[in-house]
Structure formats: C-alpha cells, structure tokens
C-alpha cells in the first residue's frame, strides 16, 4: 500500500501578494545603480557563453563538431598530407591538415554540444560578447577569429584539495622527466667518452706569464735563484 502523504499546512489567503510586495519594497528602497556600459565592462561569470574559441593546433579534423552540430553552422575543409616513418623501413602515414574551420554565429544557438564532443579539447568558450555587424554575411567569422579569442578564454578553475591529477598533466609530467632523464644520462656519456689531454713528455710542466724570477732545477726540481742579468749585455 502506498504511505500516506504528509499533511499539508494550511494556506494563509494572500500569502503570495504579501511575498511578492515585500519583494518589491526591498527593491525600492535599494540605490539604483546603472550599469556605465560600454565605458566600463561588465564582470561576467567565468562560465559565460559568448563566442567559440578555436585552438587549432588540437584539431585532428574528425569533423565530430561538425555532425553534431543541430544548426549546421560549422563549415571545415581540409586535405591530406603524407607523413614519412619516423624509422627506417616504416611505413609512411597520412594526416588531415586543416585548411578552413569557419562559424556562422547568426545561425549558432549556443548549445556548446561542439564543445562538450570534441575529444582534443580543440574548442572553448570565450565570454567575449562585443562582436556585432551590421552585415549578416560578416557573421561568420573564419578560424583567424576564432583563434584571437582563444587567447581570452579563462583558466579553468583550481582542483579541490586532495583532488587527483588529470591523467593529461600526470602523463606530460611523466614524458618531460623521461626525456630530462636521457638527455641527462646522454650527456654524462658524451663526457666520459671526451679524449682527457695528455701531458707533456719528460714530466715537465710548461708554464705561461710573467717571469717570477726564479728557476726550476730540472734534475732536483728545486727553485733556483735567478741570476741579476748583466746591463753590458743588453748594451752590446
């Protein structure tokens, strides 16, 4: 059997009208403040949806954003190049370039469902709002566009205390201290196998500079005086 719902309280007439002028008297007792707009912008919500920013470099052109699109204003061309093998003996490989990746925004609903697909995090939203035409035509901005707002694109907000590490960061984390660590290890190599200068034949150490005045032995290897040189000598 299904439980017996709670009693409900019973209804003050006029409770809604009471709740709706005290709503407003709030209101008009508060200083109006207008908004000094376009002399001083507006602070918006770090999520704001104002325009689509592209990141080029992750765009693989899998045309994902494209299909999924429900208003169709996402226009990409592109072609292929051919990649040789990285080793000898490999096989070369094909890849898409991309060559035009356009938004109409008089057609774009801003649904973010290109966003939310793209699997190389290739697209972002922007809170620029400031980009109106008084052509239709001029709407449909082109990837150069596209790519200045990327740069305005906010930082995503911190992790939480504890939070695990993305696996993206975690996993280029880990490349960059494979590679320090063989670039360290080719280095102490080169050093080893580096030819050590060998020294003079007999022994003896030649040295560079100024006279000191003294002489070395070079059968005891003692310090001898040297002797006062002669004026006539340099006279003659």
């Known amino acids: 059997m299904a439980e017996p719902l709670p009693p409900t ?23 109006t403040v207008t908004a000094q707009y376009p002399d001083a ?42 990649v040789p093998s990285a080793a000898p003996g490999g096989r070369e490989r094909s890849r898409n370039v991309l060559d035009r990746f356009a938004i109409d925004f008089s057609l774009c609903m801003y649904c973010g469902i290109c966003i939310e697909v793209c699997p190389f995090d290739a697209l972002f939203w922007s809170p620029e709002f400031e980009y109106a035409e008084t052509d239709i035509h001029e709407l449909t901005h082109e990837r150069d566009k596209l790519r200045e707002w990327m740069w305005t694109v906010p930082a995503p907000p911190a992790l939480d205390l504890g939070a695990e590490e993305p696996k ?54 003692t310090p001898e005086p040297s002797k006062p040189s002669d004026p006539q000598d340099g006279a003659s």
């Open 168 to 221: 993206e960061l975690a996993a280029a984390r880990k490349t960059a201290d494979k590679l320090a660590a063989e670039a360290a290890e080719l280095a102490a190599q080169t050093a080893e196998q580096a030819p050590q200068p060998e020294p003079p034949a007999g022994g003896m150490t030649m040295t560079t500079g100024t006279n000191t005045g003294t002489n070395t032995d070079p059968t005891t290897g």
């Open 41 to 82: 912008q507006p602070e918006l919500p770090p999520r704001s949806r104002g325009v689509i920013g592209l990141f080029e470099e992750n765009c693989t052109v899998c045309m994902l954003c494209a299909r999924e699109c429900p208003d169709w204003c996402i226009y990409i061309d592109s072609h292929k190049e051919t």
């Open 9 to 31: 309280r019973p209804r003050i007439p006029g409770s809604g009208l009471a709740k709706g002028l005290a709503v407003t008297l709030r209101t008009m007792t508060k200083k």
